[in-house]
């Protein structure tokens, strides 16, 4: 800490319970009060410094000097402040420090103690001092910590505006382009252990840092200077995400309620920015509010889970609506980055209906959609049957939402008390197209019929639409086309598409099957080497690797089976098709509008080789092609 000595004289003064006595030997002819002490001095040491002090005893009755009295009750920094004073005007040695320069500026200030009254006088003497506080973080700090000791004294003399703006300049600077020690970079030593930083020799090693260096620091300021002090550094260009951390560690110093409602994970990284402060509900609400106005605009500076913590401590707080409001645009506008217990809060509301706030979490999806089709309007993603063509990277974010909805209308189905509106205007939101599965859906309108028996019928359709049966996974077709709770129709509707499904996935075998016959060999496709499937494939590596190699000849073998037994199937079918198209010809029928009607003379005489048409003049009889 640095240090300022001014005066010569050794101590002058002594104290006698509430009363400071100069001991000169020469008796006092002014007495000066500040609150409840009392100085005896002398007018002369007095008004040869000070010219508020100059007309106070100009103005004092000249009888006897043993009533004049002074009352000085408002000077700024009070009894020990004068002290100081009193002793600076008598020559006395006093000692500067970053604890008392600010309320001895002011009182300076206020008693004009100018080099109008003496070369080198208080006033010079600690803006010296003071500019050489402002070189130094710590100092500053502690200086700008007793500004509220003085009040309004050191706005007057721009004390707080120009250690705001010191400790900004600090803030803001990149520690490297000053050789300040950083986190991770070991100072080098010398021979005999002492610690060079910089090239200068030091028996004590520099405090690390870092970009969170100046949070501990400023969190211990009052709000009204530490709000001066964040948008000094907004000003100056810090980062956003700098800024939005620095009011995270200052917030969970002083705001108790925000630790108790983070997540048990969070709360084994509280660190050293755990609360220590014993404000009120009402400070910690005013607080609250001032704390949210100044979060950064960016998106995804300020954690989810912060804002997610803070709106449910403006809620325990009974915060202004416009704030929930904020909190709430801020946590939708990056849904995308919440996890499902976060999402849970819990209803604190006058008339408690469900157990989860289900109104805030509808609210914050609605601006999460709102600011999802304002930016995919420039760059829209086509979305055809349900596919996306387009813009894969733009529906990330909804399907990380979609997703999570689902799992938080999982959590709240189960209370009794949620209504089917509800429910279903929350499920709603999401589009269908933002689902790839829809299994978490099912869960959900699962767990909802199960904890709401009453249901009706219709109800329970009105349920089940929300849902798109074709998009459920094999294990879910199976549970729902079991689950006595689902309406008939939908359980009819997840069978006929299973069904779908596998004939798909069987002429899907049948396609590769004839790709297979029109290749030379089965493996061609693959990319194996040709080999007959009644000898051994011959093991490719011969390199004491046995083992692998014959378990590769053997799932080649039996695909090469496979692939053999599918052709011949495929042959079979080819034939029976032939077989079938073959009748129309034997009877004589056609395929097209005319009737086909057999000729008397071509009965008798027709022959089961009479395979050509046959041309007279009443039309063509015996059309055995098929068109």
Known sequence: MPTMKLGIKSEAFHRDGQTWLCSSGLPSDVAVEVGDMSFHLHKFPLLSKSGFLEKLIEQLPSEDGSGRVLKLHDIPGGAKAFELVAKFCYDVKIELTSLNIVSLRCAAEYLQMTEDYGEGNLISQTEVFLNEVFGNWTDTVKALETCEEVGAFAEEVHIVSRCIDSLAVKACADPQLFNWPVKGQENAQSPNGTVLWNGIS?????????????????????????????????????????????????????????????????????????????????????????????LPSVKGVTTTNFLIGLLRTAM???????????????????????????????????????????????????????????????????????????????????????????????????????????????????????????????????????????????????LCRLMNCQKLSLEASTHAAQNERLPLRVIVQVLFFEQLRLRTSISGWFFVSDNLDNSQHPSRNLGLPKNDCSKPMESSAQDGEEGGGKDVKERVSELERECVGMKMELEKLVKAKKSWSLLPKKLGFRRKSQPCIPKADDVKEQTPSASAPQNNESGVVGQGVVE
């Open 202 to 294: 030091s028996t004590t090693k520099p405090q690390p840092t870092g970009e969170d260096w100046w949070y501990e620091d400023v969190s211990f300021l009052r709000f009204p200077l530490y709000k001066l002090f964040i948008l000094s550094v907004e000003a100056k260009g810090l980062k956003a995400e700098n800024i939005a951390a620095s009011l995270i560690h200052y917030a969970k110093r002083n705001i108790p309620l925000i630790n108790n409602q983070s997540s048990f994970n969070d709360m084994n990284h509280v660190g050293s920015g755990a609360t220590i402060s014993t404000n009120s509900e009402v400070d910690q609400r005013v607080l609250l509010e001032e704390i949210v106005g100044l």
């Open 316 to 462: 325990i707080l009974h915060a202004s609506p416009s704030c929930r409001e904020i909190l709430e645009k801020k946590i939708g506008s990056q849904l995308d980055q919440a996890l499902l217990v976060d999402l849970l809060i819990p209803n604190m509301g006058y008339t408690v209906e469900t157990l989860y706030d289900i109104d805030c979490i509808q609210r914050i999806l609605d601006h999460f959609m709102y600011i999802y089709h304002a930016t995919t309007a420039s760059s829209p993603c086509i979305v055809e049957e349900g596919q996306l063509v387009g813009g894969t990277d733009t529906l990330t974010p909804l399907t990380m939402v979609a997703s999570l909805v689902d799992g938080y209308l999982a959590e709240v189905a189960p209370d009794v008390n949620l209504k089917l509106p509800k429910f279903h205007s929350l499920a709603a939101v999401i589009p269908d197209y933002a689902r790839s599965m829809d299994d978490g859906i099912y869960h959900a309108v699962d767990v909802y019929l199960k904890a709401h028996p009453w249901l009706s019928d219709s109800e329970r359709e009105q």
